[in-house]
Structures are given as structure tokens and as C-alpha cells.
């Protein structure tokens, strides 16, 4: 073997090595921050499912109160103890507050945050134009109550809500993609007058 064979690599290999590792990386890294994007989306449309379902259960079932209400117990009736459908005002802040038997419930509700409306429907649902809203809750828009069109021997009603993921849809491209609209049909059970 002579003794000019060569070893190792040159430098132009090395540099030309490097570049590719680089490339790579960036790659790499542009699909680790995509992906960590997707995680956040996911994690939210779980909180939206959530919240959908403590509010959508709310209205449906009631719940307990720490006092007592007209009829001496501390139940706040759901549409399925009820006579006749709530009324509307089914949220203060975008939190969900219901009202049965001289009884509030308000669930999720959290410290209060602004939010920058920056023009019709953005980022939350009921957004007319530029304008501050206080945000309290996740439920996006008022409750509808249809005991009407779709209620049968007027005994059921169509329950329609939205609910928003408020701390995301504020930083959001696209605001929408953090907010859901829920629909559920319950019956009025009742048969005496409501407390």
C-alpha cells in the first residue's frame, strides 16, 4: 500500500454532508411545529366537545344546589323535570347559566377575559365589529330553545348550542375552527306547574 493513499474525507465532502444534514433538520423541525399546531387543534376540539357536553347536560338534566329553591329542595330541574321550556338568557359571558326552581347554576365559568372582536363573527360567533367582549365562558353564542317547529305534542323541543374555545379562537387564522354548534331534543316531563 503506498503512503499518499487517502483517509478521511475532504473538506468539500464534510461541508456538502453538512448542507444535507441542515436541510434535513429544517425539514424536520418545519413538520415538528406543524404537528405541535395539530396538537393544539386536537386538545381544543376536545375542551369544545367537553364543554359541549357539561352544557348540553346542564340543560337537560339540572342539577344540585348548595340552597334551597320555591319547592324546599335544593334541585335545579333539567328540561326532563320541567313543564314548560326554560327561558331564554341561557348565558351571562358566554358562561352557560341556567335557571329552575329559583335556583342559578353556572358551570365552567372562569376569571374573566377580554377578547378583540375584529369584525363580523370573529373571532366569536356573536361579534358585530370591532369591539372588546368579556368572556367568561365557552358557550359562543345565546341558546336556542325551539319548542315549536320541532316539538311534538308540544312536549319536546330542539335544544341548539354553540360552543367556542375562546382562548384559541382569539389567536386562530381561522376563528371557526374553534367553535361547534350542538343540537339535542328533549322532553318536557313534568305534568304539574313548574317551581
Known amino acids: ?56 347536560n346542564l340543560l337537560m338534566l339540572g342539577g344540585r344546589s348548595a340552597t334551597t329553591g320555591t319547592d324546599g329542595s335544593k334541585n335545579v330541574y333539567g328540561i326532563i323535570g320541567r313543564n314548560s321550556p326554560p327561558a331564554s338568557g341561557l348565558r351571562s359571558n358566554y358562561a352557560a347559566q341556567y335557571t329552575s326552581n329559583n335556583l342559578t347554576l353556572t358551570p365552567d365559568k372562569f376569571a374573566g377575559m377580554t377578547v378583540q372582536c375584529i369584525g363580523a363573527a370573529i373571532p366569536l360567533p356573536d361579534c358585530a365589529a370591532t369591539e372588546v367582549k368579556s368572556v367568561q365562558g365557552w358557550v359562543g353564542s345565546d341558546v336556542q330553545i325551539n319548542s315549536s317547529t320541532r316539538s311534538m305534542a308540544n312536549r319536546t323541543i330542539e335544544i341548539t348550542a354553540v360552543i367556542t374555545d375562546p382562548f384559541e ?19 318536557l316531563n313534568r305534568t304539574e306547574i313548574d317551581p
Open 1 to 56: 500500500m503506498s503512503r499518499n493513499a487517502q483517509r478521511g474525507f475532504t473538506l468539500f465532502e464534510l461541508m456538502a454532508a453538512a448542507a444535507a444534514g441542515g436541510i434535513i433538520i429544517l425539514a424536520a423541525n418545519a413538520f415538528l411545529f406543524k404537528a405541535y399546531g395539530w396538537i393544539g387543534e386536537l386538545q381544543s376540539e376536545v375542551e369544545i366537545n367537553r364543554h359541549a357536553r357539561e352544557t348540553l
Open 169 to 187: 379562537a382569539g389567536a386562530a387564522q381561522s376563528p371557526t375552527q374553534f367553535t361547534e354548534k350542538y343540537r339535542t331534543i328533549g322532553t
